[in-house]
């Protein structure tokens, strides 16, 4: 129940006593059964709009009203939330958009929304560093971050473009052949992603990050140790631009890893 | 899922991996070839400088002109190029086939030649020039092009003048058998 005292329960304090509940005094109950009756009914409205009320109230009202106050306040409800995290989400809403545009944000509202809250890490051109860990903790780093240098030169210039890498990735790679392939099963080339959840990232990419930044590539990597901001080894050489690169003219492979990382590349 | 790219016209790879079957399942088995084909289309977008925005085609008769006298005579006629537009760098290119008759009366032909010129707005005309080869009576294929570079934008004059001049001396014969032209506009990639 809603309404934290019933009319019900109140009806014996304003009867007369020859209307009252005299069922331990002379049996005589009919009158108060009448009153009670159409009491119950009021109460009936009475809950209802409580109910109403209170729905707009994550984490008091009813649970069914979570999708769409989430909707009017831009929240997504995480993978595997339960309803009361999903609730206590949709409260922080203020506080959440009052940092949109960061990439700290960013960061936390990936880690937040994958089911297996991996460790997500957000580098910009300028080499600034978020890392937003899987037990929530929040890390900083400056380290120059050279992903195209020598593959793409042209972008020397592109400073509001960054990287997100996502570890672990919690999706399998997909297996097999190129030859294996039939159709369309609804999962990433490959990473075995469904369509739905790569659309719901490229939802939070475009709706937290700041305007004016771009995001080159999202990078899904079952190797915890690499693009770590204090070991120079584990970060691109500067020839990760493209797929591939021309050198003495002929296409060849960049130096992407495609062994362990996969990437989402949104716009 | 996707990219957008652009291509590097400053490359044109000589060769690059295409993926099959036994490849595995990743962009990288795939993409390589598509950014290849991406150079090369952008390096021969950029090579050919110019694309064709726009032309006009047109076929007229020019009547046969009997030189009586001495001087010149004048066949001109006209070509639709309503709505066709040129911006300033523009290369307009006009292109005019036809065939020539001359008969010179008596003497030497040292005066006959023949004349094709157009008027654009806000360019000088573009003549071309049919020198005497000589010969009392001959008949020659006849086909010129000639262009210029736009240097004030918009619409091209609705009726661009063909206009072909006989300089002859009296007693001369000449005629333009029907023609074909075309006019492209190139614009500058």
């Known amino acids: 129940m809603t309404a934290a005292r019933q009319l019900r329960d109140q009806l014996r304090d304003f009867l007369p006593w020859w209307l009252s509940d005299r069922h331990y005094s002379n049996g005589k109950t009919v009158a108060f059964r009448y009153l009670w009756t159409m009491v119950a009914v009021l109460d009936t409205y009475v809950e209802v709009a409580a109910s109403g009320l209170q729905a707009a109230w994550p984490g008091r009202g009813t649970p069914t009203a979570l999708p769409y106050i989430g909707r009017t306040r831009g929240i997504l409800r995480g993978l595997a939330d339960t309803d009361d995290e999903y609730a206590a989400k949709l409260r922080m809403w203020l506080e959440k958009w009052a940092r949109a545009g960061s990439q700290e944000q960013l960061a936390i509202e990936l880690h937040e929304y994958l089911a297996n809250h991996p460790r997500v890490r957000i580098v910009n051109r300028a080499g600034h560093w978020v890392t937003v860990n899987e037990d929530g903790s929040i890390e900083t780093a400056q380290a120059t971050f050279d992903w195209d240098s020598i593959s793409n030169p042209e972008r020397a210039g592109f400073w509001s473009e960054m990287w997100i890498i996502i570890y672990p990735q919690g999706y399998a790679n997909r297996s097999g052949t190129l030859g294996d392939l039939t159709g369309d099963d609804g999962y990433g080339l490959g990473l075995m992603i469904p369509q739905q959840h790569t659309d719901a990232v490229k939802t939070l990419l475009s709706t937290w990050k700041s305007e004016h930044s771009k995001v080159r590539a999202v990078i899904w990597t079952s190797d915890g140790a690499i693009f770590d901001p204090t070991s120079t080894t584990s970060l691109p050489d500067g020839q990760w631009g493209m797929w591939s690169m021309n050198v003495g003219g002929h296409q060849v492979l960049s130096h992407r890893n495609t062994a362990t990382c996969r990437y989402l590349e949104p716009q | ?189």
């Not at chain 2, 090369?40 to 085609?57: E, H, S």
């Not at chain 2, 240097?151 to 005629?175: C, M, Y």
Request: net charge negative.
């Open chain 2, 1 to 189: 899922m996707s990219s957008t790219y652009a291509g590097n016209p400053a490359l044109f790879p000589i060769d690059f991996p295409i993926p099959d079957d036994t490849d595995p399942p990743k962009a990288a088995a795939i993409n390589p070839a598509l950014e290849a084909l991406g150079d090369r289309t952008a390096n021969l977008n950029a090579a050919f400088g110019y694309g064709l925005v726009d032309y006009q085609t047109a076929n007229g008769l020019l009547l046969g002109v009997d030189l009586v006298t001495g001087g010149t005579e004048q066949a001109i006629v006209p070509m639709p190029a309503s709505g066709i537009s040129a911006a300033v760098g523009d290369i307009v290119e006009l292109s005019i086939t036809t065939a020539v008759s001359f008969r010179y009366a008596a003497g030497t032909p040292t005066r006959e030649s023949l004349q094709v010129y157009f008027n654009v707005p806000g360019a000088a005309f573009v003549q071309f020039e049919w020198p005497p080869v000589g010969g009392n009576l001959y008949q020659s294929p006849l086909s010129m092009t000639g262009s210029f570079i736009v240097a004030t934008a918009g619409p091209l004059h609705p009726n661009i003048v063909f206009t072909l001049v006989f300089r002859s001396n009296p007693g001369d014969e000449a005629k333009a058998d029907p023609f074909q032209s075309i006019l492209k506009i190139w614009r500058p990639r």
